[in-house]
Each structure stands twice: as C-alpha cells, then as structure tokens.
C-alpha cells in the first residue's frame, strides 16, 4: 500500500466515525521525551477476534470501557501495564474503548491506578465516550492527565531514551553512552525497565519492525537490513519470538485481506499528531 499523508484536522474525525479502528497519536512536544506513544482502539469485536498481546518493553496507562451490548453504555477500569517479554493471545474479542498512553523506559513517576489524577482521567473519559467523542476530545484529556502526572515525577533519567532509536545500538556502546559502566549499565536497566539491556534493545528493535512492517510497502528484507538484523530470517526469529507469529502472517493480517494500515506522515502541519491507523476493510468507503 503506497504511503498517503492526511491531515488530522480533515480525517481524524471520520476515522473516529468509523465502527472500528486502531490508532496511535504523538504525544504533545513538551510530553516527547517520556511518552511514546498515544493510542486508541474502538472495536466491536472486528479487530479484536484474534488478538495477540505482543512484548512490550515500554510501561503503559490503559483505560477501558467495554460494552457488553451495543448502546448498554460502558464499563470503565484502569490498568497499568508493566514491561513484558512474552505474548499470549486473549481470550475473547473486545467490544468497546482501550485508550492508554505507552511511556518510555526514562519515565520515573509512579503510575498508580487509585491516583487521583487518574481517576478523574477516567471519569472525563467516561463523559467524553457517552457521546460522539472526536480525536481532539480523547487527546486533551490525556495531555492533562501526562502534564499533571509529570509535575510529580523525579526529574532527570539516568538513561536517555533516545539512544534506543539507533537500529544498531550495542550494550558496550550503550554503556560508554550514559557514562558508565557495562555492569553498572545493567543495573540502571533492570531498575529502569526491569530487563537487561541485552533483551530490552531486542524488543525496541522487534517494536520498530511491527511498525514498519504494518505501514510500508518494503519487503521483509529490505526491513531487516534497515533495522539491523543479520538477514531477514533473524527478523523472522525475533518476531516470532516477540509476536507468536511470522511477520508474514502479520503483514497479511493488517496490510491484506482483513485490514487496512495507513502510516501518517508528521509534516502535514502542527495540528497534525496522527501516526499510523488500522481498520477492517469491510468498515471502510471508497477511497478518494
């Protein structure tokens, strides 16, 4: 699928229209250096009937309505989601709301789910989903909620998150990069992120693949070498490693025949924070 770019100012509300989708937003530039990523899953069981929760080495603030019923209303909670190294699939499909902010492994803040903060979060949340809520509406709460979090935060990381987006990072120089030493880097990581660094680069790297492997049109081994990996069927290792499936199998899954993936470029002006968004074939229009 060729690469389209689409101002969120024109589109982002007919995809929160849409019955079903997934979509990942940019944190606001002042939030960029902890937060990852923003995203929000509205289903009604399309996207959501064979779900695999892949590793993850990043921390995340999720908050979920599920509807029992189409139009019963929604059932909230909240849940922190540590770091993982495995997947596992689950059970059912999801029908409702999963809205969560994925933070970077320099966040020092506590992420509580009895937080004050939060809790007002999801009960704005709640609000905003009882009625036709737009991508501006979800994104404004979670800003607040990352802004008034952040004033509570320890300041200053011992690791920088930047250093992770070189595809070809190396724990030795990873050490000479924060300063220190190999054991001491270690350490920081397993207290930071609770992993070595060893494997938590791998995830990074495994995080980056998925991305690139839902929204470009390059072969599988185009992405490996660009990532790092020795040859596309390291890549096919690691993913299936990460994911329980082959990055062919998930290439099909969401480039092909059961959805549609759209990377969104950053350079439609700065009102523009969507990145990628998925949705079922069957729920979508005619392209224009």
């Known amino acids: 699928m060729a690469t389209r770019t689409i101002r969120i100012t024109e589109d982002g509300e007919h995809l929160f229209a849409r019955p079903s989708f997934y979509a990942e937003f940019a944190p606001l530039q002042d939030?960029?250096?902890?937060?990852?990523?923003?995203?929000?899953l509205k289903d009604r069981g399309r996207l959501t009937a064979d779900r695999l929760t892949f590793a993850?080495?990043?921390r995340e603030l999720a908050f979920s309505f599920r509807e029992s019923v189409p139009g019963s209303g929604h059932s909230g909670k909240v849940v922190v989601n540590e770091p993982s190294f495995g997947h596992r699939k689950k059970g059912r499909a999801f029908s409702g709301w999963i809205?969560?902010?994925k933070f970077k492994p320099n966040w020092s803040g506590p992420l509580r789910t009895e937080d004050p903060t939060i809790v007002a979060c999801q009960q704005t949340l709640a609000r905003v989903l009882s009625t036709s809520p737009s991508c501006f509406d979800i994104l404004n709460s979670l800003d607040q909620v990352v802004f008034a979090l952040s004033q509570h935060a320890p300041h200053g990381s011992l690791i920088s998150s930047?250093?992770?987006e070189t595809s070809r990072a190396r724990v030795g120089n990873l050490a000479s990069h924060v300063g220190g030493s190999v054991r001491t880097l270690h350490r920081r990581m397993?207290?930071?992120?609770?992993?070595?660094?060893?494997?938590?680069?791998?995830?990074?790297r495994f995080r980056r693949s998925v991305y690139e492997i839902a929204t470009r049109g390059a072969g599988l081994s185009a992405i490996a070498f660009n990532l790092g990996f020795s040859d596309q069927a390291h890549l096919t290792r690691e993913f299936r490693r990460h994911a329980g499936v082959t990055p062919g199998a998930f290439k099909q899954a969401w480039r092909g025949r059961h959805a549609?993936?759209?990377r969104f470029l950053q350079d439609t002006g700065p009102s523009s924070r969507l990145r990628i968004a998925v949705w079922p074939l069957e729920a979508t229009t005619k392209a224009h």
């Open 56 to 58: 993850s080495p990043l």
């Open 162 to 164: 930047d250093y992770f």
């Open 99 to 101: 809205i969560g902010i």
């Open 190 to 204: 397993r207290t930071a992120t609770g992993f070595p660094p060893k494997r938590f680069m791998a995830m990074q």
């Open 260 to 262: 549609r993936a759209v």
């Open 31 to 40: 939030h960029s250096k902890f937060v990852d990523s923003i995203y929000v």
